[in-house]
Every structure is written in C-alpha cells, then in structure tokens.
DNA sequence: CGCTCGTGTTTACGGCGTTAACATCTGTCG
DNA sequence: CGACAGATGTTAACGCCGTAAACACGAGCG
C-alpha cells in the first residue's frame, strides 16, 4: 500500500471531498469546484473521474460531508440536551441548525443545496431522523397518527430552514438575529404542541 | 427612433430580462446565462454590457422580476380574499407563495436566490411588504409591539419558504404535499396567533 | 519476469463571463 | 443638409470551467 509514493496518491476519493470542505468554508459554493479541488489536492483534474462520474458527484459528496458536520453539531447539542423534555430538545435542535447555517454560511450554502446524487452511506448522524425520533416522543404513548408526526416534522424543519436562510440573508444584525430566532422559535413550540 | 431597424434593438434591456424569464421557466438557473440570454434576444453577448455592469447584475434583474410575478400572485390571492379576518389572509398568501415555487420551480429557484444587487424599483407589489400589514392587523388597536410584529412575519416566511423548499426537494407526490401544507400551516397560524 | 488494471498525466474541445478595439446608428448643432 | 459625438451594437481574444481521449506509470498476480 504505502501513502504517497509521489505518482498514485494513495486515497485520493477522501483527500478530494477534505479539500472540496476547506474550499467550501474560504471560498463558499463557487470555490468548489473540479479544477480547484484537484489543484488542492496537487492533481491533475481529470483525475477526479476515477473516482467520480462527474463533477457534480464529487461537489454533492462534499455537500454530504457538510451535513454531516451539521448533524454531528445537532447531536452534540442533543447530548448536552439529555433530560430534557421532547420539545426543548427539539428547540435546541433547531437552534443548533440555525447557529450553524449564521456561523458557517457557506458550508451552509452546500448543505441547503439539493441534493443530485444519493448520499452513499445512510447510516450516518442524519437530521431528519434526528428530528423524527424526538418528535415521535409528543406522540401519545400507545398511539402514533403519522400524519400528525409528519406535519409536526415538516414545521420543525421548515421554520428552522427558513429562519436560517432569511437571517443570512437578509437581517446582518446578529443581536436582531437571536431576538427574531427567540421569537420564532417560541412560537413555533407553541404550533408543535398544538 | 423607431423600433427594430435591424442594428440598433431599441429596448434590448427589457427583452433581455424578458428572455431571461423565458429561459428560467424552460431550463431553470443553468439556462439562465448572458450569452444565452443574449443569443435568445439575436445579439452578441457582449451587448449585455452596454445595459448591465456584470452578468449577475443581469441574472438579478432576472430574479427581481420572478419574484414580481410571485407577488402579483399573491396579491391576486388575497384580493380573492378580502373581507376574511387577517390570519385567515395570511395563510391564503402562504399557500399562494407555495403553490407558485411548486408550479414554476425554476422560476422560484431564481426567487429564492440571494439577492446580489438591490432591486430597481422599490415601489414594486413586495411579498414583505404585504405580509407585515396583514400581521400589523394582528395587533391589538393602539399600541403596536414592533417585536411581535417582526417575530410574525418572520414565522410566516420562513415557515412558507422552508415549507415550499422541503416539498419541492423531497417530496414529490401531489397528495402528500397537500396534507403536509394543510398540516403545517394548521400549525403556523396556532404559533401566528399565539 | 511480464501482464493487466487501477490510477495518474497531457491535451483538446466547447461553453462560460468579461474585456478591448472597432463599427454603426441616431440625435443634435452649426 | 451635413458633420460630429455618444449610445449601442460587433468581433476577437483571454482565462476559467467541465469533460473526454489517448497515453504513462506502478502495483500485484500469474
């Protein structure tokens, strides 16, 4: 095997999306791209399709990745959010997801894309999921309506989504940010109960 | 002047955006590019810069007019809806603005593109504008809280948006969609009123 | 040792945004 | 009317982009 031996590289697929990652947080969504990522790599770019089908595969690889970093954000505040009830957990979730998409705008950007190709691994920290399990816990015990479940799932995601995206874009001010996130956000506890 | 005489265009502005929204509603943000653009309009693309400063500067005026046609859709919504009590409205806009990013989705990926550059005119039909005096009717007579007004709004956006981004990315069956917007908004006018 | 295959290279093509230099049309002033 | 000037078009070129074809190196296996 042996890492490097100065013609193959040795793990190139992995080397690639850890390059793809850095150019997200400098350059946000323009920097990823073929040519760049391989350059970071100190490789040619038509190396990256032995390893990808296409551009878009490597750049939606890089997107998975920056979900999963956020995922991995989510769970932690989860972690130090045990014990509490169902629907405080799920407000630090949703803080977290916004925390993430202020402090990261441009991973950000990767992560709120859509998604063209399939993630490979669907094992991994997972929002939805995440989101779908504390939600399932305001269910009445014996007795699950799925429709209730999706509908508070969808606001959940929706209201954090959306919050994020027009406060990046549109409210610069981070004090006015944390009154407006506090003030949605507590009225959209009031909907998840309702 | 005289329109048309076989060089000069005479209004190659307007129709540049006009092929714009053309060629968003046929192939969505890919197609909507200055030589493009430009070759739809009969011209090189180097005479998009007589009229705008930078292609995004173009592709923006492009994205300002998506969202007037959104707007005019929404307006129209709630003109079908006079004399209803506010929440009522407020909820009919937000099936509007989603009904309109799940119809014309490649027109609304323009809509929800960052805004590069600030709008030509202001005194447009604004989606803003419209939600913050329907929810200022929310207010009780005599002292507006400019807080609960901007924590409103900002939950009926970002509900809507995210909603609209959600369903359209990940949910493709017509029914489901409809259940999760009838659930959610439910859910937003409980959080709205609260 | 030598074959094969995985993985890298170089080169080239067409499309993109953008600029510079040039051409034409139109409106205005003498 | 005629010439000049400025607005608005043209072509040609540059560098970056994704991608494909043809080639080269290196590792592992017979």
């Known amino acids: 095997m042996s890492t490097r031996s100065g013609y193959h590289h040795g793990a190139l697929r992995d080397a690639l999306v ?115 399990d504390i939600v399932l816990e305001l269910e009445p015990p014996g007795e699950v309506d799925e429709q209730r479940v999706s509908s508070r799932m969808m606001l959940a995601q929706a209201s954090a989504h959306g919050l994020a995206v027009i406060l990046r874009d549109f409210v610069p001010d981070a004090q006015a940010r944390e009154m407006l996130i506090a003030g949605v956000l507590d009225r959209v506890g009031v909907g998840l109960e309702a």
Chains 1, 2 share one sequence.
């Not at 505040?77 to 957990?89: E, N, T, V, Y």
């Open 18 to 132: 850890d390059a793809g990652e850095a150019l997200a947080r400098a350059d946000g969504l323009e920097g990823v791209t073929v040519r760049r990522i391989a350059a970071a790599c100190g490789v040619s770019a038509a190396a990256v399709y032995r390893h990808f089908p296409s551009g878009d595969h490597l750049i939606a690889a890089v997107a998975q990745r920056a979900r999963e970093i956020m995922a991995r954000d989510m769970f932690a505040r989860l972690d130090s959010a045990a014990g509490k009830p169902a629907i405080d957990r799920l407000r630090e979730v949703g803080e977290s997801y916004i925390a993430f998409a202020l402090a990261e705008p441009r991973l950000f950007s990767l992560v709120s894309m859509p998604m063209t190709a399939p993630p490979d691994r669907l094992d991994d920290p997972n929002a939805a999921d995440l989101v779908r």
